[in-house]
């Protein structure tokens, strides 16, 4: 029986319903980012493949409507306030993040450690809530904030979910992109240590993206049992004091089972032991 590609036809579908337009201005707007705050005219129509024209009526078009505004000298564009906005508003409307800032906040007080919840994109995490503490620690990680997935032990978290295939389908690649000596190398490395994250109900892990900076993290889960965000507490320290070990996890977990709650996950009875992983 020949097999039909009810996904390709999907596709076609779709695109008859496409606006080339839209998806060049949203296209051109990607194209700015931590690395590239500022760029001009010519080099969006070398990144996008267009012709320099139709560029300038893009950044003449988001330009009124304040998505890319002009660096001095009027020659290179950045993005601009609304873009700002648009982001805010977003975190915004997320209801995890309405609900679980409390908690976070709450969690914070009770460990006396900064805290963090973060969703999944892709292959990126986003800060889309903290909750910081009056120290002398100052974190470069801020609401809006991208960090790889695999890289990351909140990232890990929320892989959780992902068979063996569809890792293989999100990181396509032989080799993964390394960040620091503990990131796997390899997607089936990835899974094996993603699976044994979920087996344990919990990530601890020091200097895993960063050196010198211990994780503890969570799954928050919903309804429907699915990974939808992660919390973690971010401990400026290489090691964490063996008696205060037990109590921070356990907070981050109430903490994250308390928010999987409110949204209606009913969670199974677990009794998985602390284990330090960077003495494993």
Known sequence: MNKIELPEEENQEQEKY???GLERGLRLLCEFSRQDKSLSAPELARRLSVPRSTVFRLLTTLERMGFVERNEGGRDYRLGMAVLRLGFEYLASLELTEIGRPLLDRLRDQISYPCNLV???????????KSVTPTAFVSSVNVGTRLPA????LGRV???DLSLAELRELYPEEHLESFSSNTPKTVVELFDMVQQDKARGYVLQEGFFETG?????APVRDHSGKVVAAMGATIPLPH???SQLDGIVRSV?????ELSGLLDHAPEKSGSKVVNMWRE
């Open 18 to 20: 496409l606006v080339p």
């Open 119 to 129: 969703v999944r994109d892709g292959r990126s995490i986003v800060y889309v809530a």
């Open 150 to 153: 695999h890289a990351t032990v």
């Open 158 to 160: 929320l892989l959780e």
């Open 213 to 217: 900076i211990s994780t503890i993290a």
């Open 240 to 242: 964490i004091d063996a």
């Open 253 to 257: 977990r109430d903490t994250a089972g």
